[in-house]
């Protein structure tokens, strides 16, 4: 078979999976968090075209994983940057 076929087969197989969000809207369209998170680095990379230094690129991941986190327990960035300037950077856990 061909890949277009194989695609076909594997979403006629799976449809009550793959449509699970249209009845549930609890369910992501997607299940690719790790893709989402990598993304930003990526974009970051493409438009500065490297860190200058891995201190650099380290403090930045630690703030991106920050916002991250803040985001999937429903805090917005702005509220968990201001929290952790002021000391109270674990209101992300709470």
Do not use: W
């Not at 200058?52 to 803040?70: K, W």
């Not at 985001?71 to 968990?80: E, Q, R, S, Y």
Request: proline residues 1%.
């Amino acid at each position: 078979k061909t890949k277009v076929l194989n695609l076909i087969d594997r979403l006629v197989n799976y449809k009550a999976s793959v449509c699970l969000f249209i009845k549930n809207l609890c369910v992501p369209f997607d299940n690719n968090l790790a893709e989402r998170d990598l993304r930003m680095i990526k974009v970051k990379t493409k438009v500065s075209g490297c860190f200058r230094s891995e201190e650099g690129a380290q403090e930045y991941l630690t703030i991106m994983s920050y916002i991250g986190t803040a985001h999937k327990h429903g805090i917005n960035a702005f509220t968990a940057i201001r929290e952790a300037l002021l000391g109270n950077s674990d209101i992300i856990f709470n």
